[in-house]
């Protein structure tokens, strides 16, 4: 028999059992006793998504350093000036402050191992908004980053205006356009020395003005070997007189009938008789055309005075030149000597003005004063070749830049600079699409200091435009140059070739600055910069990339 229990240990019993199988409240009790781990948990990872998102920005920054850094290198020599660019686009792509960083440090230098790369690392400490809670007042990032720039081969070909204007010192004043030229040229060699990393950079000079000198660099099949120029002749009638020619006013009645002479030497038009009883007349040909009786062709090659008188557009029958520019113009070469439609002449205004007198079936011609004719011929161009010293390239744009002299046209120069860079046309057989392997890319830098000077009567490439007549198209013949210049920088840019353009000391750049390959491929300088922009060209022709 069961000893009965006191009332109030029974109610007691009940109550604990009541208890024990209730559960009512029990969420609360595991909240509280789950608190602190999920406030932990929550806080770390709130915490270390502030640290990466910190970390990014830091690597981002990181690797703009490095690539500034590296971009504003010349060649592979690493200054005080690298380090504080880097520095200075470190501190700008990551301030003080950003996310409540602490402790913020960046350290570059170039690679011990590599003279063409640089090493960057930075670190930052970013504070906890939970964490410390738990003792962790901060979390460590760091980023490492790499910058190397691979020049990889260039060819490239410096397109130079040394027209007379380029003897005038710039509007600000100081040394002249052209000696700021031949000293401001240098930056570009030294930002593209990387023949310590493999690299061949090879540097081509075409002077222009209104001519190019580059006969040296062609052979005899390119030139026309009878060659005939157009003027303005001033004639007498002479009558044989046992042998002497006797020439005086009273045969003028005799002169010769507008047309094309028996022998269709010369070609007589517009006839007029002057106040001395002379009569003048426009020959459209000489009968004494030069060739190889005159001055044989490889005589005028490697003379020095090698200028040229263009071809016809190609296609044409005859030597109009037309004002668009296509790769053949710029490719096609003459087969032999008498592919004469693709040959050109020899700039030689001596065979246009000359005192001496000449008598064809009874007419003894005189030849007009040339004093009025703007007449000049720049110093040789020079084709692709590499310069083992910046002393040797120096000299080299030294002798390019030697004659500053007479009018300017854009298109024979650039036209040229395309001629000189293809590596299909001319000079294919030494320009390699790769080296090794290596692809070689193709750059022009064209540099003038103003705009054309295309006069009427500058015996130029195209001939005097007053006699000749040469250059086709609509409008001025300035708008049909400019036609022709922006037409061969588009042919040029089709062939894979980049152009930069640097205008000295021009206030008008609308005719020269669409032939750059983008607007950042554009400069203008008052020539005190103009080192430090042909120093940027150099920078912008690598190819730079991050290498982590």
């Not at 070689?440 to 005097?464: C, K, P, R, Y």
């Given at each position: ?37 999920l406030?932990?948990?929550i ?29 504003s ?14 520095h ?7 301030p ?5 960083a ?10 011990p191992?590599d ?7 930075a ?20 980023a ?48 593209l020395d ?38 303005r ?59 190889d009786e ?28 037309k004002p ?15 592919d ?24 003894r011609?005189?030849?007009i ?21 910046l ?17 300017t ?29 290596v ?5 022009i ?7 054309l ?16 007549d ?8 300035e708008?049909r ?43 203008t ?12 060209i ?6 730079l990339?991050?290498?982590?």
């Amino acid at each position: 028999m069961a000893t009965p229990q006191p009332q109030g240990a029974s109610l007691m019993i009940r109550t604990l059992r009541n208890l024990l199988t209730d559960t009512k409240g029990n969420t609360l009790a595991i909240f509280a006793a789950a608190l602190v781990p999920l406030v932990a948990m929550i806080g770390s990872g709130l915490d270390l998504s502030f640290a990466y998102m910190a970390k990014a920005k830091l690597q981002n920054a990181c690797d703009a350093a490095v690539l500034a850094g590296r971009q504003s290198m010349d060649g592979n020599f690493w200054k005080e000036a690298n380090e504080a660019e880097a520095h200075k686009f470190f501190d700008f792509n990551f301030p003080v402050g950003t996310m409540g960083a602490r402790d913020v440090s960046f350290e570059v230098d170039k690679d011990p191992d590599d003279n063409a790369q640089i090493l960057g690392k930075a670190e930052a400490s970013i504070p906890t908004a939970l964490m410390h809670f738990f003792g962790f007042d901060e979390i460590g990032v760091q980023a490492n980053c790499d910058a190397k720039r691979d020049l990889g081969h260039n060819d490239v070909v410096l397109v130079l205006d040394v027209t007379g204007s380029m003897q005038d010192a710039p509007s600000s004043g100081g040394a002249s356009k052209i000696s700021r030229l031949r000293q401001g040229a240098s930056g570009l060699y030294r930002a593209l020395d990387d023949s310590d990393n493999g690299s061949v950079t090879r540097f081509g000079i075409v002077p222009y003005s209104h001519t190019v000198n580059v006969a040296r660099s062609l052979e005899n099949r390119d030139f026309l070997r009878d060659q005939r120029f157009k003027g303005r002749w001033k004639y007498e009638v002479c009558k044989n007189n046992r042998g002497y020619w006797r020439c005086e006013t009273e045969y003028s009645q005799n002169r010769p009938s507008e047309g094309w002479s028996s022998d269709r030497s010369y070609y007589v038009q517009n006839l007029e008789r002057n106040s001395s009883g002379w009569a003048l007349v426009n020959v459209r040909y000489s009968s004494w055309a030069r060739s190889d009786e005159d001055q044989s062709l490889t005589a005028f090659r490697t003379s020095g005075d090698g200028c040229i008188v263009e071809r016809g557009s190609v296609g044409n029958s005859d030597d109009r030149i037309k004002p668009t520019v296509s790769r053949a113009d710029i490719d096609n070469r003459a087969a032999n000597a008498g592919d004469s439609l693709l040959q050109f002449g020899r700039y030689d205004p001596q065979s246009h003005f000359w005192t001496s007198t000449r008598t064809r079936n009874g007419i003894r011609f005189y030849r007009i004063s040339g004093n009025d004719i703007q007449v000049g011929c720049p110093s040789e161009a020079q084709t692709l070749a590499e310069y083992d010293t910046l002393k040797s390239f120096e000299d080299a744009i030294d002798a390019a830049t030697a004659r500053v002299t007479g009018g300017t046209y854009h298109d024979v120069g650039i036209l040229w600079g395309a001629r000189f860079l293809s590596q299909s046309g001319f000079f294919a057989a030494d320009n390699k699409s790769e080296i090794d392997g290596v692809g070689v890319d193709q750059h022009i830098v064209f540099m003038t200091d103003g705009a054309l000077d295309t006069g009427e009567v500058l015996n130029s490439a195209h001939g005097i435009a007053h006699f000749d007549d040469r250059t086709e198209g609509s409008g001025s013949l300035e708008s049909r140059h400019i036609s022709r210049f922006q037409s061969a920088c588009s042919a040029a840019k089709s062939m894979g070739m980049t152009i930069w353009v640097i205008a000295l000391d021009v206030t008008d750049t609308d005719g020269v600055k669409p032939c750059a390959t983008t607007a950042s491929h554009f400069y203008t300088s008052d020539g005190s910069d103009l080192e430090e922009i042909f120093e940027n060209i150099g920078r912008g022709i690598g190819n730079l990339r991050l290498t982590r």
